[in-house]
């Protein structure tokens, strides 16, 4: 029962499908690793249950050549007593002769004895040889199991790993975005365009009221020159030189038609 119970574990953990088993995992990595946790300890428990068996089977296959061996050394005692037996018998000491007859005889019950005891050992040895394979197979399988589940696990992980730092080098990249106007760079571009859009208004206004003064200035040249000029008429009709100074106009209104009158 024993070995029927460890061969059915051995079995029914070697046929379990990985990918399926996943596949309803809420939490493949945490699943992985208990799986391999269990493979783990149940191929420890079967190699232990399995070593038992080889021993037992050993055990049987020792006594079984034993058997063998000691059926072997009583034939060869009793064929040996049997000759011996014929030597005084051809001398005519039939005492001698009877004697080793009798030693013939004890050996030969023996080899039949060992050798009934070799053949009843028979049937268990090849069963027990039988078990033992299925066994080895059945275990050679959950290793074969628990590398597949040891190499599911660390892709797994190596995945999980890339997937994590992908995304941390992405959320990295992503706050350091130039283009993205709601990052802090962007954020600081624009306030400087702020910044020098207000400035470029003001130098715009700036040049604007310099304009404006400068116009004032030529306004108020031409003025002074045609006083200038007046004044220099009324004191002797001489043509004043250009650019002389003089008193500003009162800024009286001038008619063109007062020029036919003159």
Do not use: C
């Not at 023996?110 to 080895?136: G, N, Y």
């Not at 009221?209 to 002074?224: P, R, V």
């Not at 043509?239 to 063109?256: C, F, H, Q, R, V």
Request: no cysteine.
């Amino acid at each position: 029962m024993v070995k029927q119970s460890i061969f059915g574990r051995i079995a029914q953990l070697a046929k379990a499908n990985v990918n399926a088993l996943l596949d309803q995992a809420e939490d493949p990595q945490k699943m992985l690793d208990q799986m391999v946790r269990d493979y783990t300890n149940n191929i420890a428990e079967a190699e232990s249950a399995v070593a038992q068996t080889i021993g037992n089977l050993r055990m049987l296959q020792a006594d079984y050549n034993e058997d063998i061996k000691n059926a072997q050394d009583w034939g060869n005692k009793a064929l040996a007593a049997s000759r011996k037996a014929d030597e005084y018998r051809a001398s005519g000491d039939t005492a001698d002769a009877e004697k080793f007859d009798n030693l013939a005889k004890v050996a030969i019950q023996r080899q039949m004895t060992a050798e009934s005891e070799a053949r009843a050992a028979e049937p268990s040895i090849a069963s027990q040889t039988e078990v033992v394979d299925k066994l080895k197979s059945g275990l050679d399988q959950m290793k074969n199991k628990l590398n597949q589940l040891t190499a599911k696990r660390n892709e797994l992980v190596a995945r999980s790993k890339t997937a994590a730092a992908q995304s941390q080098v992405h959320d990295a990249l992503k706050s350091i975005d130039i283009m993205d106007p709601t990052s802090e760079v962007g954020r600081f571009e624009e306030k400087i365009r702020r910044e020098e859009a207000k400035v470029l208004g003001q130098q715009e206004l700036a040049a604007s009221s310099l304009d404006a003064q400068f116009n004032q200035l030529e306004d108020l040249g031409e003025q002074t020159e045609i006083e200038a000029r007046l004044a220099a008429l009324k004191s002797g009709g001489s043509k004043p030189a250009l650019g002389a100074g003089a008193p500003a106009s009162n800024g009286a209104t001038i008619d063109e038609a007062d020029f036919d009158k003159l």
